[in-house]
């Protein structure tokens, strides 16, 4: 008799066991498939935040050069306009 207590012990613990690493390998592989699902998303996002960023940098950089090559040409506006005044109030003598 307690050879079949023991005996049913060891098949019990080995059925036990076998559904507890069951249950880790489910787990693992749900984890594992949750994980593949949402990294990608996860990169893609910090990837357009990445580009976001530079852009703005970009257009910053451009607006500053933009805005310092139209003072320029308004500075040879303004010049040219001088001589062209100048040249027809010498015309108009």
């Known amino acids: 008799m307690p050879e079949d ?9 080995k059925v036990l066991f076998n ?6 390998s489910l787990a693992s ?3 594992g498939i949750v994980l ?9 996002q910090k990837d357009i935040a ?8 970009i257009s910053t ?3 500053v050069h933009i805005q310092a090559e139209l003072k320029e040409q308004d500075k040879r506006l303004s010049v040219m306009e001088n001589n062209i005044t100048r040249i027809l ?5």
């Open 61 to 63: 950089n451009e607006m």
């Open 5 to 13: 207590i023991n005996s049913n012990e060891g098949k019990i613990r």
């Open 19 to 24: 559904e507890f690493t069951l249950l880790i």
């Open 29 to 31: 592989i749900t984890i």
């Open 89 to 93: 109030t010498i015309l108009e003598k």
């Open 50 to 57: 990445l580009l976001q960023l530079s852009l703005d940098k």
């Open 36 to 44: 593949f699902i949402t990294r990608p998303d996860s990169d893609m």
